[in-house]
């Protein structure tokens, strides 16, 4: 997590890096803070928002056309001015902006302290640049070198920027386990933690790799590795667009994003189905048509909304393609030791790309030899690179802190993965796949139609917004679907919500239940219709407060429940693309109508790259 920006070039460094920090902020917006390079080194940090930043340097010198910047999500030292970033060695003459945990610094603060080192944070920030700066001094060697030496002795993640007052026209930036771009203006560079800042300078970039060093001065970047070896910049093409980074009209991130699915959806199907044929092509994964044909086993690892998405996918792949599925939490699946055979198939799902536990989770897998296929949304991002193949979801950017659009797009990958590994095996008949898909190509349309409950969850958000806890149920494939409400409440209303299977109820949750207690049912006309139609009579005979997602049409969940949100009547593989989105709206209205910050829930940040 945390968010960097670095400029070098012609013009003046800090409304560029202002302006790349606010797009990073979703990665964390505990603090704030810039150091620009002209006659010696100028730094301004805040704790807060960049906007707190901008308020406290108004008026100040912000003179300097090379810097650095840092926008934190606090892991070492609570967030205060005293910790954000830019961190300083002894002397001040090196400022750095750091992503990721240094492991080993205590061990590294100790050394350094034993040799007079004295240290102004709690951070593993600023042992790190005290590091560099005692080996430049101890070898005598330039700041590249320093920084080379330095990384070898440290243990964790890292993306930093070093800016050095001796040499205002030069930066330094490295990598590993965190993301960093670098964009190619006319003599000017651009470094982010992703592509967002760049976008409108220059659409040239290098993605760095884990273990390279950049030199950076305004006409030149120089690539090494951490062994001395000279590397040369693989230079990509953006194809991102500004408009992507921005809110069109919409009063948040969260708001525009769900109203994308419609087109999110149709672009991850995009040249990947053929409905009249029966068909879908999945180019990431050909190559490995062979092995989904035999897997004896698919293990799904993700976390949060993206581990949702995997247990609808198990749901899905199990009941079309007949491959067993299991879904693990990559934080828990990495500490077990967890028995994984070269005939295995590992799903790792990310929106971002950059999950450390499901990093790790990865590459335990990939040691033991398992194929591992990604679905990701973050073109370029870390887990595609470490996958055998995989699956873009091409959501485009997900702005909002709470992923909305971003799970319905991993929930069609993961349909089109079923119904791939159902045509490998030949699990289903041609005719059930030309249903399926035909239905599939359809939910686009009928996501659409979703999203005119607009008002109905309004309403019922301002009926439940004082509530302190809610309960989401739902059975089958709607199990999953109730989590993920659940989930979107509570992250950004901080009601605190339970998702349930609606059965498991009767086995304890159900003393919770009272007048009190709005129960969020996901009753649509699927197979598990009746069932939970007596659990909401179970709900009813408690007095709890029945909001039911029910098929349009349907009369006799609506007789029961207090409030109804209808869906449109779809096949029942496609109740959590279409269930999902009443679910994001009433989350969205209920933390509007209680004050809170959509876009950036307290305590989150977008990209957990730390474990
Ligand atoms: C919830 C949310 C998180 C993420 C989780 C995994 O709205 O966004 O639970 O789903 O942190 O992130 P990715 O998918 O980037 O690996």
């Known amino acids: 997590m945390c968010g960097i920006v670095g400029y070098i070039g012609q013009k003046e460094a800090w409304p560029i890096i202002v302006k790349g920090l606010k797009r990073l902020e979703y990665r964390g917006y505990d603090s704030a803070g810039i150091a620009l390079v002209a006659q010696g080194i100028n730094s301004y940090k805040k704790a807060g928002k960049v906007t707190d930043l901008e308020a406290f340097a108004e008026g100040k010198d912000l003179r300097g056309r090379v810097g650095i910047g840092h926008t934190r999500w606090a892991t070492h030292g609570e967030p205060s001015d005293r910790n954000a970033h830019p961190h300083f060695s002894e002397d001040e003459r090196l400022a750095i902006v750091h992503n990721g945990i240094i492991e080993n610094y205590a061990t590294l603060k100790e050394e350094l302290a034993s040799r007079g080192h004295t240290f102004k944070s709690d951070t593993d920030t600023e042992v790190l640049i005290h590091l560099i700066a005692d080996i430049m001094e101890a070898e005598n060697t330039d700041l590249l070198e320093a920084v080379r030496i330095a990384l070898t002795q440290v243990v964790g993640a890292y993306a930093i920027v070093i800016a050095d007052r001796e040499h205002p026209n030069q930066l330094v930036a490295a990598r590993k386990g965190s993301p960093m771009v670098i964009g190619i203006g006319e003599k000017e560079y651009f470094i982010a933690s992703d592509a967002s800042p760049i976008i409108e300078y220059t659409r040239n970039v290098v993605y760095l790799k884990d273990q390279e060093i950049a030199f950076i001065s305004d006409d030149a970047l120089l690539l090494k590795n951490i062994d001395n070896e000279v590397q040369t910049p693989y230079i990509q093409k953006l194809e991102m667009h500004l408009e992507m980074l921005e809110k069109a009209g919409y009063e948040h991130f969260m708001l525009k994003e769900i109203h994308e699915q419609p087109r999110s959806i149709r672009d991850c199907m995009r040249g990947r189905i053929y409905p009249q044929e029966g068909k879908v092509q999945l180019g990431g994964i050909k190559e ?34 007949r491959v067993p599925v299991g879904v693990e939490y990559a934080s828990e699946f990495r500490y077990r030791n967890p028995i994984i055979t070269e005939k295995d198939i590992v799903i790792a799902i990310s929106q971002s790309g950059e999950t450390a536990d499901t990093m790790a989770a990865v590459e335990l897998a990939k040691e033991r030899g398992a194929t591992i296929l990604g679905i990701c949304n973050v073109v370029g991002s870390s887990i595609p690179r470490l996958t055998h193949g995989g699956v873009y979801t091409h959501a485009g950017p997900e702005i909002g802190v709470a992923s909305t659009k971003a799970f319905t797009a991993q929930v069609t990958v993961l349909t089109l993965i079923a119904l791939y590994t159902a045509q490998l095996r030949g699990t289903l008949p041609q005719s059930k796949l030309v249903e399926l898909l035909t239905a599939l190509e359809d939910a686009p349309l009928l996501v659409e139609r979703a999203l005119k409950c607009d008002e109905a969850t309004q309403y019922i958000a301002s009926e439940i917004k004082d509530s302190t806890n809610a309960i989401f149920l739902g059975r089958g494939i709607g199990f ?13 209303s901080y009601i605190h919500a339970e998702g349930y299977p609606a059965a498991e109820m009767k086995h304890g949750p159900i003393a919770l239940i009272d007048k009190e207690m709005p129960v969020v049912v996901i009753a649509t006309k699927n197979s598990s219709y009746e069932k939970v139609i007596s659990n909401i009579q179970e709900v009813k005979a408690r007095k709890g407060r029945v909001i039911a997602i029910v098929t349009e049409g349907d009369t006799a969940v609506r007789e029961l429940a207090d409030y109804v949100i209808e869906i449109p009547d779809a096949e029942e593989a496609l109740l959590p693309l279409l269930a999902t989105v009443p679910l994001q709206l009433l989350s969205y209205h209920t933390a509007l109508l209680r004050g809170c910050n959509v876009d950036q829930p307290r305590n989150l940040a977008k990209s957990v790259t730390v474990e």
């Not at 035999?294 to 199990?318: F, K, P």
């Not at 999953?480 to 950004?492: F, M, N």
């Open 480 to 492: 999953p679907v109730a989590l993920e409400g659940a989930l979107k409440l509570k992250e950004i």
């Open 288 to 321: 490995y048509a062979e092995k989904l044909r035999n897997a004896d086993r698919i293990i799904i690892v993700a976390c949060g909304t993206s581990w949702h998405a995997g247990l609808v996918g198990e749901y899905l792949i199990e009941e079309y393609a």
